[in-house]
């Protein structure tokens, strides 16, 4: 059973920096696909970044290129998304996902698995 965790959230003002890191355990590691996404109450859930297994193309949402960056680190099983220049309208619960599904890195849909989120709140 896959069971994705996610740490390094917290409160932080405008114009900083956090790295989110997100653990994956289970079977297999290999062959899929990686995305964060971040979700504020009472809306949709919202792509942020994925990362291909193969070399490890990156993908983001147009709202935070140039100031995220997903890696991952295929030995040690996890996939961290550095977030800088933070805004206050990044304010949100962020979660990890495995992409099962062949498609688009931004559709939520295609994910099967998913971390239970952390919070992170940009304070102006």
């Known amino acids: 059973q896959v069971q994705l965790v996610e740490s390094g959230g917290g409160s932080v003002q405008a114009g900083g920096s956090l790295r989110l890191s997100c653990a994956y355990s289970g079977r297999p590691f290999s062959g899929y696909g990686m995305g964060w996404f971040r979700q504020v109450p009472g809306k949709e859930r919202d792509f942020v970044a994925g990362?291909?297994?193969?070399?490890?193309?990156?993908y983001y949402a147009d709202s935070v290129k140039g100031r995220f960056t997903i890696s991952r680190n295929n030995a040690k099983i996890t996939v961290d998304l550095q977030m800088n220049s933070l805004k206050t309208e990044d304010t949100a619960v962020y979660y990890c996902?495995?992409?099962?599904?062949?498609?688009?890195?931004?559709?939520?849909?295609?994910?099967?698995?998913w971390g239970q989120g952390t919070q992170v709140t940009v304070s102006s």
């Open positions: 990362i291909s297994w193969s070399i490890g193309t990156t």
């Open positions: 996902a495995r992409k099962g599904r062949s498609g688009t890195y931004s559709w939520p849909n295609l994910y099967d698995a």
